[in-house]
């Protein structure tokens, strides 16, 4: 069984930019979240995907954004990219349908860096 | 606004040694809480989950506690390991809406030899 695999593992970007951030749930998963996580802070909830569609949203502005594919794979999209941006970003998807008892496993997460 | 707190912020101990890192929450309606370890680099992992009903659970050499009337969590280390060093994060979810849980910053610890 493959666990929750993110990539890129490290970018770098500067301010303005957009990036593209990659997660492949782990199998049989049909529910991916994103969080960010900054340095010395717990992570903080950016949105959840249930079967392709956003279920549940953070306090995070409409410049993240997401996706996800019909394999429950997913995408996290960040435009116009701010200083306070950098962090690590982590990926995380749980068994069958929602539920508040559901595992979340994570994947290793992204550093991102926006200089 | 449902919030998390932990304490201590880090703590160091010596290898041997037993510890006890808190959590408060103000989550509302209350679910579940789960305790997770994270090692440096990687996502966390889950070591405990505690339900209303529960008031302990043990995980090998962790051992979990909630007190659900006064919304207090604990998590015990018993004969700490080098490889215990880590950060531990508490996480709360709530019974309604998305389930979208709510993180503790965590407790850094570190394990001297």
């Known amino acids: 069984e493959t666990g929750v695999t993110q990539s890129p593992t490290h970018l770098i970007k500067t301010r303005g930019q957009q990036v593209t951030l990659r997660c492949s749930s782990q199998?049989?998963?049909?529910?991916v979240s994103w969080y960010q996580q900054a340095l010395g802070q717990g992570p903080q909830f950016i949105f959840q995907y249930y079967r392709e569609e956003e279920n549940g949203r953070g306090n995070f502005p409409p410049r993240f954004s997401g996706l996800q594919f019909p394999n429950y794979s997913s995408e996290l999209n960040v435009n116009a990219l701010e200083l306070d941006d950098s962090a690590l970003y982590l990926c995380a998807s749980s068994f069958a349908r929602v539920s508040s008892y559901n595992e979340q496993f994570f994947g290793p997460g992204t550093r991102l860096t926006v200089l | 606004k449902n919030q998390v707190e932990q304490s201590p912020q880090s703590l160091i101990i010596l290898e041997g040694k037993n510890c006890t890192l808190q959590?408060?929450?103000?989550?509302?309606?209350?679910?579940?809480l789960r305790w997770y370890k994270q090692d440096t680099g990687r996502g966390p992992v889950s070591l405990t989950i505690m339900t209303f009903s529960e008031n302990t659970k043990s995980n090998g050499r962790y051992t979990a506690t909630l007190d659900a009337d006064t919304k207090q969590s604990s998590l015990h280390i018993t004969a700490s390991q080098l490889s215990d060093s880590a950060s531990y994060i508490c996480?709360?979810?709530?019974?309604?809406?998305?389930?979208?849980?709510?993180f503790g910053r965590g407790t850094s610890l570190i394990v001297h030899p």
């Open positions: 959590c408060n929450y103000t989550v509302s309606p209350f679910s579940n």
């Open positions: 996480v709360v979810r709530p019974s309604g809406g998305s389930y979208i849980p709510t």
């Open positions: 199998s049989g998963h049909n529910t």
